[in-house]
């Protein structure tokens, strides 16, 4: 519906626009009342990210508005949360789909891992780990595609892309290229 303008019409109760706008804007009243409370608080020990948001100000000492406030939670909660829930899903079922990666892992805890509460301190040196995850990101990435739009003509390849087109590279796509990955 946001890549496709057509599709961006109120065509009456039933069409996915209208039902968009008004999950939007229950949101942005929910959000915008909580920005309001809060205005009235004492946020200086408060380390929530609505709190620290509210407290951030930029060079000129100018605080953000609601709508950037809205913004940067909204993108953090659909990107951040979301993204992470799926990349750690993925990650589980590839480890469980393969016996003997949970083995070398749990191999690795052994060794690295003297004591179980030292986890955070020994992380870095939990290098089999760090490559499952990695690869696991690599075969099923959270965004499998990005957009992007030229503000200048931009050289790709042996194209030249006018200003103004938008580009979308297939991440998911570019991970299973043969003449990038040797056993995509």
């Known amino acids: 519906t946001l890549l496709t303008p057509w599709l961006r019409r109120n065509l009456g109760s039933l069409t996915p626009w209208k039902k968009l706008m008004q999950c939007r804007r229950a949101v942005d009243i929910c959000l915008f009342e909580e920005i309001e409370d809060r205005k009235k608080m004492d946020l200086s020990d408060r380390i929530d990210i609505l709190s ?3 407290q951030a100000r930029d060079k000129s000492g100018e605080a953000m508005s ?4 809205r913004a940067e939670m909204l993108t953090l909660l659909m990107a951040g949360h979301e993204t992470s829930t799926m990349g750690i899903s993925w990650g589980i079922y590839g480890i469980l789909s393969n016996p003997h ?3 070398k892992i749990q191999e690795e805890f052994h060794q690295v891992l003297p004591d179980k509460n030292q986890l955070v301190t020994h992380l870095e040196k939990l290098v089999y780990l760090d ?6 990101l690599r075969i099923t990435p959270v965004v499998p595609y990005i957009a992007r739009i030229t503000k200048t003509e931009y050289p790709l390849g042996k194209y030249i892309l006018p200003k103004g087109i938008t580009i979308i590279p ?11 990955w040797l056993e995509p």
């Open 52 to 54: 620290l948001l509210l």
């Open 66 to 69: 609601h709508q950037e406030i």
């Open 101 to 103: 990666v949970l083995e």
């Open 131 to 136: 490559a499952v995850v990695k690869e696991a």
């Open 170 to 180: 297939a991440i998911y796509l570019a991970h299973y290229d043969p003449e990038v």
